[in-house]
């Protein structure tokens, strides 16, 4: 299985080097040169690993992992930094990375390191939950079945993929881009209302005939899936 990184680095040359060395290994990758557009990248929540240096542009790092860990977005974050004092260490690793590691470096321990927080993860995973339970509606993720209050529900191939998405976000709004990029491995704008017109018909599905709504509707930003029974 390929691995998806993200390396948030305003340094062309050294975003470069680290892109190279990674993408031989075999991971795949994604790039943000300023803290902002990073934060936007590792919020999609579909990356396995985040290197991130401490010193962005438009929003530094500890804020970027401040948000992150805030909105539940649990993606493992190594943080390479030039800041090298014990204080500035313990700042990284208590503002809620994963790993330290200071410049100038070594690309053999940063793979190393990226490998090991790689394994940890996947150990833990080993006792992950198998379905995901938003108010009174749950998904299956080995049968790939989805219920509600028990009523079982029936989903095509992309309508469960898009539900099981928005459960893995639950309680986040998604965007439209997100969707387009996940579900449609869009990555550029179709020109169509396409993520409406599926979001419509799964609402449809999960909500006709129950009292709560489920999916809503965020205006100017995409949706959520939520139990609350709160309308935006």
Do not use: C
């Not at 943000?32 to 985040?50: Q, T, Y």
């Not at 260490?89 to 809620?96: F, M, T």
């Not at 200071?102 to 090991?116: I, Q």
């Amino acid at each position: 299985m390929t691995r998806k990184m993200l390396i948030i680095e305003d340094d062309p040359a050294v975003s470069a080097y680290i892109a190279k060395g990674f993408a031989e290994a075999g991971f795949a990758i994604d790039v943000a040169g300023d803290g902002r557009d990073g934060l936007f990248l590792a919020s999609e929540g579909v990356h396995d690993l985040i290197v991130m240096d401490r010193m962005l542009p438009g929003m530094d790092g500890l804020a970027v992992l401040k948000a992150l860990r805030a909105a539940a977005i649990l993606t493992p974050v190594l943080i390479l930094s030039a800041l090298d004092s014990v204080d500035d260490r313990i700042a990284g690793l208590r503002g809620g990375s994963d790993d330290y590691l200071t410049k100038p470096f070594s690309f053999a321990e940063l793979l190393a390191r990226a490998e090991a927080l790689l394994r940890r993860v996947d150990a833990a995973g080993d006792a992950a939950p198998t379905n995901l339970i938003v108010g009174d509606l749950e998904i299956d993720l080995l049968s790939r079945t989805v219920k509600r209050a028990g009523r079982p529900i029936r989903l095509v191939a992309r309508e469960y993929t898009l539900l099981e998405f928005l459960a893995r976000h639950a309680g986040q709004v998604v965007t439209r881009t997100m969707m387009l990029e996940k579900i449609w491995n869009y990555h550029f704008d179709p020109g169509t209302n396409v993520v409406d017109v599926h979001v419509g018909r799964l609402r449809r599905k999960i909500e006709d005939g129950f009292d709560t709504p489920l999916l809503h509707t965020v205006r100017g930003a995409g949706y959520r899936l939520s139990g609350d029974g709160i309308v935006s």
